[in-house]
């Protein structure tokens, strides 16, 4: 599987996320925790939204995180309000640049930590279920990358929640049509560079390991000698595959089956369920 880490708040540079945490997502690619892998080498993919342009940046290569310097100089000089960051394990397919998250498409970022189970027996009826147009950019082989555009499919772009459930409920369908008892295990960050959405769910109800931050003003009150806690805005949220630290009240399990929202609205958090197709 994968480790993951999604970023929305004030500006700030990559790298005091990416780098500077006691177990930060670097330290992970090489001691992940809670993951069914402990290292996450078979590539990496750093996506954010700058100041001028709706669409996000991407850059992904196939080598490991732990190592790369091209990675470490752009973490160290990129500021950004809402960033993804993403290691990866491979579940089978090739490791290839095009196979490595975020993956993109217009204004939108997705990434995923999971697998569509026995995907080989299940690829070509999904793949078949994506619009016509939207078939034409996919660019990898991942179950990853065919979750995103079928979930394109089914109307992200209008309701992302919605959408991600039909995606759900169609490899649901077709997993079990094919005698696959339990098809789909998935954690899930999907932004419009606005919000930022995230979700939890598999078919067996024990899904991967999925954690948001406290809210900055809690943790301040809670740790109020701690100097990096005034310096960060109190809109930051961290969406992570695993904790970055062990910092007491900083991390909260995201519930089986559930998916929230980050949003200039207020956030919010509410049940999962597939929609059967």
Known sequence: MCRWLAYSGA??????ILYKPAHSLIDQSLHAKMGVETTNGDGF???WYGTHTITPAVVRDIGPAWSNRNLQEIAGHVRSSLFF??????????????????????????MHNGAIAEFHRVRRELALAVDPELYLAIEGSTDSELMFYLALTFGLEED???AVARMAGLVERVGHEHGIEFPLQMTVAVTDGQRLWAFRYSSQ??????????RVETL?????????LREMSDEARLIVSEPLGNLPGAWN????????????EGDRMDGFTPVPA
């Open 11 to 16: 500006p700030i540079l990559l790298d005091g």
């Open 45 to 47: 993919g750093l996506g």
């Open 85 to 110: 960051a993403h290691i990866r394990a491979s579940t089978g397919t090739s490791v290839q640049q095009t196979n490595c998250h975020p993956f993109r498409h217009g204004r939108w970022m997705w």
């Open 160 to 162: 992302p929640p919605e």
């Open 205 to 214: 109800r024990a899904s991967r390991s999925l954690f948001y931050s406290t």
């Open 220 to 228: 301040r009150s809670l740790h109020p000698d701690l100097e990096f």
């Open 253 to 264: 399990a995201v519930p089986e089956s559930t998916y929230g929202v980050v949003q200039p």
